[in-house]
T-cell receptor, first 113, second 113 residues
């Protein structure tokens, strides 16, 4: 089954404790991206990647890192989480052409206290 | 995102009534997507529109793409409680030569019995 898998689904952590949210897709998609969703703001792109070893900043990259060492995986790293990073996070993947449907993971609800 | 404006942001309708949600882009659209989301959960893909004038339906939900106006509308006929949720439009656009999937702020739909 074609899917994007995110882990964990829920995470509560403390300020400053490094964490990683994993994202994996099994569709051989070149394009992957991370979004955060906050009430009234829709989905805002954090980082995206057009292929292995190619990553770029989205609209709200501050406080986040990503890596793309393999095509299927695109982890989101928070080196020193802060409460303003409490949000619902989504990973997405698609083929690299305009008009290619994006597939989304189930989301990760992160709370930083 | 600023590139994609959705309206209204919130909508409350009586069960059985029709409703329309609009999504307008400030940039050329290469693909327009509609998603539905139950609060705090994952995105459910509804439909994708690519060509001007294209119209698609999924059960009682119909979406159209007006390429000239760079606008899409989502219309629900005879609304039911199961239609309640957040509707998000997304679009493939080019920003500084890079492919980007951006989203509107979302429309929160409430159906009153």
């Amino acid at each position: 089954e074609a899917q994007v898998t995110q882990n964990p689904r829920y995470l509560i952590t403390v300020t400053g404790k490094k964490l990683t949210v994993t994202c994996s897709q099994n569709m051989n998609h070149e394009y992957m991206s991370w979004y955060r969703q906050d009430p009234g703001l829709g989905l805002r792109q954090i980082y995206y990647s057009m292929n292995v070893e190619v990553t770029d900043k989205g609209d709200v990259p501050e406080g986040y890192k990503v890596s793309r060492k393999e095509k299927r995986n695109f982890p989101l790293i928070l080196e020193s989480p802060s409460p303003n990073q409490t949000s619902l996070y989504f990973c997405a993947s698609s083929l690299l052409f305009m008009g290619a449907q994006a597939f989304f993971g189930q989301g990760t609800r992160l709370t930083v206290v | 995102s600023q590139e994609l404006e959705q309206s209204p942001q919130s909508l409350i309708v009586q069960e059985g009534k029709n409703l329309t949600i609009n999504c307008t882009s400030s940039k050329t659209l290469y693909g327009l997507y509609w998603y539905k989301q139950k609060y705090g959960e994952g995105l459910i893909f509804l439909m994708m529109l690519q060509k001007g004038g294209e119209e698609k339906s999924h059960e009682k939900i119909t979406a159209k793409l007006d390429e000239k106006k760079q606008q899409s509308s989502l219309h629900i006929t005879a609304s039911q409680p199961s239609h309640a949720g957040i509707y998000l439009c997304g679009a493939d656009i080019l920003i500084q030569g890079a492919q980007k999937l951006v989203f509107g702020q979302g429309t929160r739909l409430t159906i009153n019995p």
